[in-house]
Every structure is written in C-alpha cells, then in structure tokens.
C-alpha cells in the first residue's frame, strides 16, 4: 500500500508487532529532483497550564534552537490557537475558585510583546479560529460558546452550547461547521451559517440550530480531529472511556469505534489519512491503521490491532503533525516534546520545557517569524497583514445599520452661531441622527444598498457552498445504493477509491 505525504511516497508494511516505514523514491515525470520538504524551516510552540509566568517558547523543530520567549502566558488544553499563520491567540487558565472573568491574550508572530489583552465575562478553556482569520471561537466551564468578529473584536454572540464544561473545539477544513466536545460527553456540529445568522437575530437568548448531536460516548470527550473533504469528511473524536469513534459528517452517523484499554487525551491524523495516532493517560502512542469503507454497521477495532511507540514518562496531553508531513510531534506531562520521524519510527530530537508540563503544542511557519538578526536590531520583520482587534467582553447594543456614520455640516450665520453655537450644533446632530435612523438621508441610502449588496454577494456563495455539499451527499448516496446491489465488488472499488484519493490530496 503507498501513501503520499507531501511530495513523498512511503510504501507502508504492517507486521504483527511493529510498523516499518520505507521510503520509496518518487519523481513527478519529469525528470526533476523533488524539493526536501525536510528543509522548509517550521517552529515548534509550547506552553503550559502552570502559571502565568511560564510563558510560552517557540523552537525550531528542525536545529531544536529556541527561537524565542513569550512571557506572562498560562494556557489550559486546546487553549492556544494560531490566527491566521500570523498572530497566537491563547486563553488563560484562572485560579480555582476564582470569581472572576477570563482573559485572552493575542501576540503578533513577529513581537515578543502582548497586541492585544482581552477579559470576557467567563474563564474560557478551548479556543479555535476560521482558517483565514475572520472568526475565533472559544468554549467557556458552563458550556457556553463564544464567537468574535477578529477584525472588529465584536462578540458576535454566546449561547449554551453543553450542560457541563466545553473541552475542544475544531472547525472543519472549509470553515462550515464548528464542532464542538464537552465534559458531558455530547459532541454537537455548528454549522457557521447558523451561528452567524443568530447573531443578527433580535432574539437574545436564542441559540444556533445544531446540525447533528452525538451522545454515544460515557465520560468526557478529550479530543477532536477532523478529516479533509468540508461537510463530507469525517469527525473523529477521542473520551476518557477509553474509545475513540469515527463519526460521517455527511451523514450523521458512527462509522467505526476503537477500544483501548487506557483514557485517551489526544488524537490526530496523519497528513495522507492512513494512519491514526492516539494519545494514552500512561504515555503510550497507538498507531493504527485508518480505513473507513462503505458499511452499514459501525465496526470495533481494539488495541491488538495497533502498534505502539513508547518514550514519555507521563500522560500524553497534545499531538501535533509537521507541515511536511514527515514527523509526528507528541507532548506530554513529563514536561517533553519528542519528535518522531514516522518513517523510522523513531524519536529524532526531544524539546525539555522544565517550566513545567505542556498543555499545548502548535506547529507554525517561520516565514512569519522574525530571525535573529532582526531581533538584535529590533527589526519588526515581516508586518502582520490581518486586522485584529482587542475582542469584547459583552455583547454591544447594534442599530440596524453598521459602518461609520459621516456627520454633516451644520449651515447658520456666524451671529447665531455666536449666540448659541452649542445648542444649534446638538441639535443639528440629533435631527442628522434621526434621519439616518428613520432612513430619510442619502447616507442612510446608501448604507442601505451597500449593506443589500453585501447580503445578495454573501447569499449567492452560501449558495455555491450547498449546491457543493448537495453534489457530495448524492455522490455517497448513489455509491450506498451501488455498494448494496453489488456487494462483490464493494471492496475491490473502495480499495481504488481510496487509492484516489490519497494520490489526489
């Protein structure tokens, strides 16, 4: 079987105690070399729940250099999110039985210092972002749900999302639907339509329709891991009873389950979706293999059928995949991060955080980050281009229109302008005000169109979007039908398929 990582082939063999990894030559037929995706320079981002003076630190995972120190930073899991590929986004753990709100703290990737410090009304735990940067999302101990606006820093809107405790939160790879896994042991699918749209409802208290609710699980979920493919890829998600379970996005239903003997914490996919690496409470790393075909019943697979790769001293807290695919990156509460070439199955370097255990791990790019020399000569490096706000503690009163009101200039002869300058000006002010409210101004008017515009513009991609996802859902409906009438040859086409896929990605 070959798998396609990057701009590698690597020709996998299952025996029955180990997996090995070969690596196989490829070329792209044209006779050229193929870039060592080895070399792209990528750092390594860690931080801890310990105290806020822990901090975060960032090493090049390629030379095992730290790079660079961010002070005043305390993060619980799932807490730290990079916005954008240039800004880190991270919540702050608060002490127990603290009664006050929480606080989320945004750094520019190219700035030791804070941007921006900013205290929602509740201790937020889990927090995720939109692919390009538009929205943040965050999960707070009493299960509501936050979402912002990041270039405006507007609290779009807070519902109850769980009965208890929100631990992780993931959007999907096309930015539909927000997923999101609770200490109740409920995962509910958003989609983003919904949660938008509820935001320009009048109704206060009104909650987002949720597109699926899944219940199957009995302790709480620790960790999720979304599949490429938007609304039609699969949901995996990982609880502390010891089981992991696949979930189809496109048709709401549990497609198969693996049964460890230990509490799964953390869990990932590797790049070409052939692998699954699981997380265990006693250190261990399970790598199975991941194959989801078209059955009708959900299938068990236990831990026998899994190899292991052992090293950490504590429990697993975070998993993580280099951008070139090669190395898996695990985290652990015996205060390491170990790098693992996953074509020798091997640790290549081991990160020691003696500030404390690592909660969260992010693997970013460096062409964000400043090098050295530009530190020493406080060069800025490169400008972030995104716009971010500080974020809102509560939600603002909006009027029916938005955008920046133009106050025009009051006409009067200079003697009443001298007699009672103030009161004509507060009252011209007032009537220009009312006019934009009341819709009588040309301003008013053209906020009018500018916003009918926008909604038509936002209207037709939703639409785009749907007719995709229709296609999609009639495409693994029509191959359900086929799977039926012809069950002989089921496996043999769902072999080729995914033989497609994996050279397609």
């Not at 979304?226 to 699969?234: D, H, K, Q």
């Not at 807290?317 to 070139?324: D, H, P, R």
């Not at 490096?381 to 009051?410: C, D, H, M, W, Y």
Request: aromatic share 8%.
């Amino acid at each position: 079987m070959y798998l396609f990582f990057g701009l590698y082939d690597i020709q996998l063999k299952l025996f029955p105690a180990k997996i090995y990894f070969q690596p196989v030559s490829s070329s792209d037929g044209s006779g050229r070399t193929l870039v060592n995706l080895a070399s792209h320079k990528e750092a390594l981002v860690v931080c801890s729940d310990n105290n806020l003076t822990t901090g975060i630190t960032i090493w090049d995972v390629s030379t095992g250099e730290e790079l660079s120190h961010r002070p005043t930073c305390a993060s619980p899991p799932h807490g730290l999110v990079c916005l954008g590929h240039q800004f880190l986004v991270a919540a702050q753990v608060q002490k127990p039985g603290s009664y006050r709100g929480g606080a989320i703290f945004i750094w520019a990737l190219n700035k030791a210092q804070v941007l921006h410090r900013s205290y929602p009304v509740e201790p937020i735990g889990p927090l995720a972002c939109t692919s390009d940067g538009s929205y943040l999302v965050g999960g707070a101990p009493s299960g509501k749900l936050f979402i912002w606006e990041v270039a405006s820093g507007r609290l779009l809107q807070q519902w109850s999302s769980h009965h208890k405790s929100v631990n992780c939160l993931v959007f999907s790879d096309d930015d539909s639907l927000l997923i999101s896994g609770a200490d109740d042991g409920v995962i509910h699918v958003w989609p983003l339509i919904s949660m938008l749209d509820m935001a320009e409802d009048s109704r206060a208290n009104a909650g987002p329709s949720c597109l699926y609710s899944w219940a199957e699980h009995r302790n709480s979920i620790t960790d999720l891991v979304l599949g490429t493919g938007g609304s039609s890829s699969v949901v995996i998600s990982s609880s502390l009873d010891c089981t992991l379970k696949v979930w189809s996005l496109g048709h709401g239903t549990l497609l198969q389950t693996f049964a460890f003997s230990t509490q799964i914490n953390a869990i990932i996919l590797d790049p070409g979706e052939q692998l699954l690496f699981t997380g265990s409470t006693d250190g261990t790393i399970f790598v199975s293999q991941f194959e989801i075909g078209l059955q009708d019943t959900a299938a068990v697979v236990t831990e026998d059928q899994s190899s292991r790769l052992t090293g950490h001293r504590g429990s697993i807290t975070a998993l993580a995949f280099s951008m070139n695919g090669l190395w898996l990156i695990s985290a652990s509460e015996d205060c390491t991060a170990r790098v693992w070439d996953i074509v020798m199955g091997q640790v290549i370097r081991t990160f020691d955080h003696r500030k404390g255990q690592i909660t969260n791990i992010v693997v970013i790019s460096q062409t964000f980050f400043p090098s050295k020399d530009c530190q020493k000569t406080n060069n800025k490096g490169n400008v972030p281009r995104i716009p971010v706000s500080s974020l809102e503690k509560s939600s603002q009163p909006r009027s029916s229109f938005e955008g920046t009101v133009a106050i025009l200039p009051s006409y009067c002869s200079l003697e009443e302008e001298h007699v009672a300058s103030g009161s004509h000006t507060t009252a011209s002010m007032k009537q220009q005000i009312l006019d934009l409210e009341q819709e009588r101004s040309p301003e008013a008017v053209q906020m009018k169109v500018e916003t009918s515009v926008e909604n038509r513009m936002w209207a037709t991609s939703m639409i785009k979007h749907l007719i995709k996802v229709n296609k999609s859902l009639r495409s693994k409906f029509l191959d359900m039908v086929q799977s039926r009438l012809y069950p002989k040859c089921d496996d043999v086409k769902a072999k080729k398929r995914r033989r497609l896929d994996v050279e397609n990605a």
